[in-house]
């Protein structure tokens, strides 16, 4: 398992240090820094602190996903997932939560929230040019990555 080195400060009450749960985890969950439970109503979505910051290493980012328990259970994703913590960000980190269940959640402080999983980053040189070059799919959108050729179809 490869390991970097990730700087990360305290900067509310409650707040609690992220650790991975089992020697193979890919994300480290992370907790509502709360002073007080709030309640997220169905539909509802809301900024969660977690009262930490992060110094995440130059060529990486700090993506923020949805716990599958809360998914599964109570509905509850993030609105912008996966959420990115760029390596110059040294502001707290919150998470936008929504809440697409039918019951409004009570979210308690130190509850586990979301997982945050560290990748690199490869930034792209763009060129623009007048013309691409030719594919099969060419420009068709959503939904053309599923099709085949109708001779490849089985009619049975």
């Not at 919150?94 to 999983?117: C, F, K, S, W, Y």
């Amino acid at each position: 398992m490869n390991h970097i080195d990730v700087r990360v400060q305290v900067v509310r009450s409650g707040a609690v240090v992220p650790r991975y749960m089992s020697d193979c985890a890919a994300g480290m969950d992370l907790h509502a820094a709360l002073d007080a439970p709030v309640r997220v109503k169905p539909g509802q979505r809301m900024l969660i602190p977690t009262g930490l910051a992060f110094a995440i290493p130059e060529g990486y980012e700090g993506q923020i996903r949805p716990r599958s328990g809360l998914a599964l259970r109570h509905g509850i994703s993030l609105v912008n997932s996966p959420g990115t913590i760029d390596a110059d960000y040294r502001g707290e980190v919150g998470v936008i939560l929504i809440n697409h269940g039918e019951d409004t959640l009570t979210l308690q402080p130190g509850d586990r929230i979301a997982q945050m999983v560290l990748s690199k980053v490869v930034q792209g040189r763009l060129r623009q040019v007048d013309f691409l070059d030719e594919t099969r799919r060419g420009s068709g959108g959503f939904g053309h990555t599923g099709w085949r050729d109708e001779e490849e179809i089985d009619h049975e």
